[in-house]
């Protein structure tokens, strides 16, 4: 993801929001379910969704307004997602809703919903400040039927889901940083070397080493709580900690970077003659899809002030 994201942050996002999409399937689906959709991405180039930021509730997941009821052997499904990565694209989506807004977390549900459902619509949403090859859309889901199985997990689990989910994938959000910071970090080194002013290159200068220097400790130190987060899932131990640790402090570091990158090519680094500001607009969105770095911030001070 480190190496993708160098050359493209929004490639990153297109197949990070493939493992968004899957993983609550490997959490909680059954083996049937499980075979049938994933099977199909790994043999097929097919796109999944993870829909479940709304209009009105983002990092309020308790406050959707997406609804589910049963009739018979089916589920009816109506709502609206926002903010869907691979939206228009997706073959499927995992689907959360609610079966009614006053049990909050306990009222949700989660649901594996072909793209191709009849009631689901997808609408591509335009005018992005960054990451504008990858998909964003609007989904909505109007008296859509899925069948009994459709159930990932049961009913009233659907919050712990998502959030199992985030633990497991806020992790590869770090690699993300790193690609991107790194590339910010190589082409500011480059620029600096060549870049003269006062008959010298700027790289002589103390105010440009020590910005290049924070820079290479920043990007190591984003890359060794990425290991962390990644090591303690594949220990199987509690990650949400330390995965926020990583995703917080890698979103952040990165857009800083980014615009520190800006700062040294000057007035070029504003233009799109130069990479630094696409690196800069790409780099925003970190800090804010799956669980913003102030959301990561109220799960790390909870966990501190836990008696």
């Known amino acids: 993801m480190a190496v993708i994201s160098v050359g493209c942050l929004g490639g990153g996002a297109i197949m990070a929001a493939n493992g968004v999409g899957e993983t609550p399937l490997n959490k909680a689906a059954s083996e049937e379910r499980t075979q049938h959709f994933l099977g199909g991405l790994c043999s097929d180039f097919k ?3 993870y829909a479940l930021t709304e209009p009105g509730s983002g990092s309020d997941v308790a406050g959707m307004t997406t ?16 903010f869907i990565t691979n939206g228009t694209e997706a073959d499927w989506f995992t689907v959360f809703a609610t079966r009614d807004a006053s049990e909050r977390h306990g009222g949700i549900a989660c649901f594996v919903v072909p793209a191709d459902t009849p009631g ?3 609408t591509k949403m335009t005018g992005k400040l960054g990451q504008r090859c990858s998909d964003t859309a609007e989904i909505g889901f109007d008296q859509v039927r899925v069948p009994l199985d459709a159930l990932v997990g049961n009913e009233g689990e659907g919050f712990h889901i998502a959030m199992q989910t985030f633990e497991r994938t806020r992790p590869q ?3 993300m940083c790193i690609g991107i910071a790194r590339r910010a970090l190589e082409e500011s080194r480059d620029y600096a070397l060549e870049r003269e002013q006062f008959g010298e290159p700027i790289a002589n200068f103390q105010a440009i080493q020590f910005m290049l220097a924070d820079m290479a400790i920043e990007v190591e130190a984003m890359r060794l709580l990425t290991w962390k987060a990644a090591w303690s899932i594949d220990q199987g131990e509690p990650a949400s900690i330390v995965a926020s640790y990583a995703k917080a402090f890698g979103a952040d570091r990165t857009i800083q970077i980014a615009i520190n990158a800006v700062q040294i090519f000057g ?8 990479p630094v500001e696409k690196l800069m607009r790409d780099a925003k969105l970190l800090q804010i899809y799956e ?6 911030r ?3 001070a909870r966990n501190l002030l836990k008696k």
């Open 291 to 296: 669980g913003t770095s102030q959301i990561q």
């Open 298 to 300: 109220m799960v790390i």
């Open 67 to 82: 609804r589910y009821k049963r009739d018979g052997d089916h589920f009816v499904l109506d709502g609206v997602k926002h």
């Open 267 to 274: 007035g070029y680094g504003y233009m799109k003659e130069y």
């Open 173 to 175: 959000i770090g690699p």
């Open 120 to 122: 689901v619509t997808t």
């Open 47 to 49: 796109f999944a969704g």
